[in-house]
């Protein structure tokens, strides 16, 4: 069954991720099949930086087996880089099986709202990756999801959802192997 895995890599708050598999699944109208753990990846970390690459993070996951037609979402407390850029919020594959965010830099400073706009800044990062698992590139919209956030203010400006076209491709793209499969089907009927 395809659907979105969601993989923690060290030590998250268990009712973090539930609340986080409930909204996702809501939002995205998408199964959240299962919750898996595997360790932060030691290779990752850059000494001088103290900072993990995003992109073996991504690496680990593509090996996951038995997902092969789902999105895996990784989501550590480590703090995430990338080469040229000082940190992420997180990365994917465009089109890809696999994207990870970071809660590093997503804690607010005022303890007072903590809750509410933690969970908020988290599930709009993980739409955000996962949309790009689904094709989707980044957008002009500061409202849209899909807009790339440099910093916290950008990630606080957008929405958790996306604009009018990037909710289409993402209904679009959402059953990619349902569709792939009948084309095949077709051809090989065809032939
Ligand atoms: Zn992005
Ligand atoms: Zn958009």
Known sequence: MSGIYLVSFGQIQPGLLNDLSEELGNRLTYPVVSNYRHTIPEDALNQERRQYMASTFLSKLRRVTGTDSSKLLGITEVDLY??????????????????????????????DDKNGLFQERILKEAVHELGHTFGLEHCRDHHCVMHFSNGIAQTDIKSASFCARHKAEFETNKRPVETEQTMQQSRDALG
């Open 82 to 111: 990338s080469t040229g850029l000082n940190f992420v919020f997180g990365q994917a594959d465009v089109g890809g099986k696999a994207s990870v965010i970071s809660l590093a830099r997503l804690h607010p400073q005022n303890a």
